[in-house]
């Protein structure tokens, strides 16, 4: 275990945001009835329900808050808010004639002058997938792409997984090094039964947020305000959460543990195998008040994902009817990956004045990947018969070729990534101020050890036979294939890195609003700036956003965003595919351009938003890579520059009352231009997607609200690929269209707040049970292929092999049972 002693210095604080806020619900009895004449007090503001329940505060108070609610009848109570500036939150509210404790709030932030959309808890809950959680539903968002049911990772807007930033109460997490496919991945980080609150912005977000070229997923884990017990299981896994409350309400705690098994998954896919998948994870969340103004925070994370396989056999039938082919392969060998992560975040939060917040945090991440196979496989490609009249339909017509192939990999990963961080807002009365520093320490130890050897009609690839000139007796020049000795491997490396760095990263930021001419202005404007130690380079990046609602007697907002999204490297983008380091490369540069407009329209009595953005990327200093499956492999060079542009859709509501439902539509391109090779001009990089379209849709069994269902419906169009070893301007094909539907019935059994039909049920606090129907259509989507080489015995070398595109399908037709009982 290596030692981490931390040393850091304080930023001077800055101002922050003056704006009237909005604090507004529903106050509702156990059983759900309204409570009328309710009273809703913030600071000198006060308020009263309607004849529903319902209520609207407009409030200057801005910073730490204390909401009362209270009526004649009802025992009164409160709960603390921070209110910032510009935001609209919602409290709903359960009141009690006894002497218990205030029994439910829900407090959510929705501002349509922000920077980011905010994805409410209860539909993620309501989303079915393979994947479900915060990731998946995050796919049916505008301008958010993703071909692979079982993995976790996204793309938006063309960038690639790296490119991503997401944070929990805070602090940046990561994801895996080594990952190769999305059935190794296990447990994302983000844990859905912990969820308070998820921010997500596609581009043009504030500087307060990191250095990365693409997105930023903002996570925030709620605290307990009750005792609380959740259980949940089904085919794939399951989870308990924990939570609880003090006497005092000082402390809290919330606490989960989840195992995840992928055996339904894997089982219907090709490859017929002994798959050992075991996902687990425990995850904590701690809070103690030690004043009215100072909070301790801790968030951990302990996970170990393993994942092994002993390969049988495969069977994969493709090509089209003019050509039916069929790939069967026998295996011999095992496949073993673990996963150990640590993740320890402390914070402490102060509060000094009301409209002054201070929060210091510190963090350790360590990794430590293990990525063992040995895996034997020959093959046998043979062609099918396709004439339909024949008895023999379907069936093997002859043999094309045999070939074998032997993996094997000792690859193994260590990594320790620690950091301080001090951020600080102040609130005036005309403007936000926001401002943080971050120093980081990585260090990172690398043993990758991995060949490939291919052997086609008895031929082991690449085949470089040795040409001899000899004279015959008449003085002719005669050449001479003299084989070489030994065995030749398709592609070998075995290469050790250790990188150890620090960097200083920091941010002002100014956050205001004001009227002019009857129309509301928002601006947010700052700066970021980024050093990292191991090749001195300084970068800094601007970044600003305007919204303007011209009209007053109507719901529209455009949205005008500028800003430098600087990627200083990583690990994984410093290693080339040898496995070399490169500790000289420079940090890739965004500049995003965004115009957006968001529209609330009218439609059936109900309010639907229709969010339209045009953006475009100016990418330079970019470093090119490989994509197969979930694995990025870097050129670790800054190689090429290009663009990213599109357009997003994306409309929002009740399409059914009272349930949230969305459509999103997507067009885009990505290119780059390789400074090798300028006459090639701009080629699509492999995220190159022109069409993704998804829909997220709620409804309700007529006559009987407790029958809830949800589809998710997703099309994409493919993406390039190429072989092997191929050139750049050999990036000319394009893998399938992705196509997909899942469907989700939920069956409430016990509702909170509310009595059930039978008896037995109202000892819990609520209890569903699920039935999904995962890929309904049975379309087997692409994910990557395998390239099988058959060579001419007439001519043996490798430059005349015949290469053949096998597919990799993702999984079939699953049926998935859950159950979800709370206390």
């Known amino acids: 275990m290596r030692l981490l002693f931390i040393t850091f210095t304080l930023l001077a604080i800055a101002p922050l945001t003056y704006a009237q806020s909005i604090v507004e619900g529903t106050v509702k009895t156990r059983d759900g009835r309204f409570i009328v004449d309710a009273t809703i007090r913030v600071g000198q503001d006060s308020t009263s329900t309607d004849n529903k329940g319902a209520y609207s505060l407009l409030t200057q108070n801005s910073g730490q808050q204390n909401v009362i609610i209270s009526h004649p009848d009802y025992y009164t109570d409160s709960v603390d808010i921070f209110i910032e ?26 501002d349509r002058m922000d920077n980011t959309t905010t994805v409410d808890v209860k539909d993620i809950e309501a989303f079915a997938g393979p994947l479900g959680g915060v990731e998946g539903i995050l796919r049916t968002m505008a301008g958010v792409s993703s071909r692979n049911e079982l993995s976790s990772q996204y793309s938006v807007r063309g960038g690639n997984f790296d490119e991503n930033l997401v944070y929990v109460n805070g602090i940046e997490v990561y994801r895996p090094f080594l990952v190769r496919n999305g059935q190794q991945e296990g447990l994302s980080f983000i844990n859905t039964d912990m969820i308070q609150s998820v921010d997500f912005s596609a581009g043009g977000f504030d500087a307060r947020y990191g250095d990365r070229m693409s997105s930023v997923l903002d996570i925030q884990y709620r605290r307990p305000t009750e005792f609380g017990l959740r259980m949940q299981a089904g085919l794939l896994g399951g989870s308990v959460t924990l939570e609880d409350v003090s006497k005092n309400k000082r402390f809290d705690y919330l606490v989960s543990v989840r195992y995840r098994q992928n055996d339904l998954l894997l089982g219907s896919m090709d490859t017929e195998a002994d798959f050992r998948p075991r996902f687990t994870d425990v995850q904590a969340s701690l809070n103690y008040d030690i004043t009215d103004e100072l909070t301790l925070s801790y968030l951990g994370n302990v996970s170990r994902n393993v994942y092994e396989v002993i390969p049988s056999t495969r069977e994969t039938s493709f090509g089209s009817f003019q050509q039916a082919l069929r790939l069967n392969v026998f295996f011999d060998g095992k496949e073993d990956y673990d996963f150990i992560t640590n993740f320890h975040a402390l914070s402490l939060k102060w509060n000094p004045q009301k409209n002054w917040r201070v929060q210091l945090s510190s963090s350790v991440y360590q990794s430590i990947e293990q990525e063992y196979f040995d895996v034997i496989g020959a093959y046998r490609l043979s062609e099918l018969d396709n004439d339909l009249g024949s008895d023999n339909f379907g069936e093997v017509d002859f043999l094309r070729g045999t070939g074998g192939f032997h993996n094997f990999a000792r690859n193994r990963l260590d990594a320790l990534v620690a950091n301080l961080d001090l951020n600080t807002s102040y609130v005036t009365k005309k403007s936000t101020w926001s401002a943080g520093i971050k120093w980081q320490y990585e260090d990172i130890r690398d043993r990758y050890k991995e060949w490939e050897y291919i052997d086609s009609t008895g031929f082991s690839l690449p085949h470089q036979p040795e040409i001899n000139i000899t004279r015959g007796d008449d003085n002719d020049i005669i050449l001479v294939n003299t084989p070489i000795q030994g065995v030749n491997l398709f592609e070998s490396f075995d290469a050790r890195g250790h990188v150890f760095s620090h960097r200083v ?83 890739q540069q965004a500049i995003h ?81 390789f400074d090798e090779f300028p006459e090639l001009g701009y080629l699509p990089r492999p995220t190159d997607q022109f069409l993704n379209t998804s829909i997220f849709f709620q ?91 058959e060579i001419n015995s007439g001519s043996p070398d490798a430059s005349t092999a015949r290469q053949y595109a096998v597919p990799n399908f993702l999984t079939n037709r699953l049926i998935n049972l859950r159950i979800d009982v709370q206390l």
């Open 85 to 110: 500036s510009r935001k609209v939150y919602t409290l709903r509210v359960q009141m009690i004639r006894s002497t218990e404790e205030l029994q439910q709030v829900d407090v959510t932030s929705r």
């Open 593 to 673: 351009y965004v115009l957006g407009h968001d529209h609330v329209i009218e439609m059936w009595g109900r309010d639907f938003r229709l969010v339209t953005e045009l953006y475009y990327k100016d990418l330079q200093n970019l470093v090119t890579y490989q994509m197969e499956n979930v694995r990025l492999r870097y050129s670790a060079e800054n190689d090429a520059s290009g663009y990213a542009t599109g357009v997003d859709f994306r409309i929002h509501g009740e399409f059914v009352k009272g349930v949230t439902s969305w459509f999103s539509l997507s067009m885009m391109t990505i290119r780059e231009k």
């Open 505 to 587: 990263m920091g941010f002002v930021e100014n956050q205001r609003k004001w009227n002019m001419f009857s129309r509301e202005f928002s601006l947010s404007a700052g700066i970021r700036v980024h050093h990292w130690s191991l090749n001195g380079q300084t970068v800094v990046s601007p970044r600003t956003t305007l919204k303007v609602k011209p009209f007053k007697s109507s719901e529209q907002i455009f949205r005008l965003s500028f800003g430098y999204y600087h990627q200083p490297a990583f690990y994984r983008e410093m290693r080339n595919l040898e496995g070399d380091i490169n500790r000289d490369l420079r940090a």
């Open 699 to 789: 409804d309700n069994f007529p006559g009987d609200d407790s029958w809830k269902v949800s589809v998710t419906a997703m099309y994409g169009t493919g993406q390039p690929f190429q072989p092997p070893r191929a050139e750049p301007s050999e990036n000319i094909f394009r893998i399938s269209h992705y196509r997909r539907v899942d469907l989700g019935i939920i069956k409430v059994l016990k509702e909170p707040g509310k009595t059930a039909k039978w008896s037995f049920l109202n000892k819990f606090k609520g209890a569903t049970v699920g039935f999904d129907v995962f890929n309904l259509l049975g379309i087997r989507n692409t994910i990557s292929y395998l390239w099988i080489r």
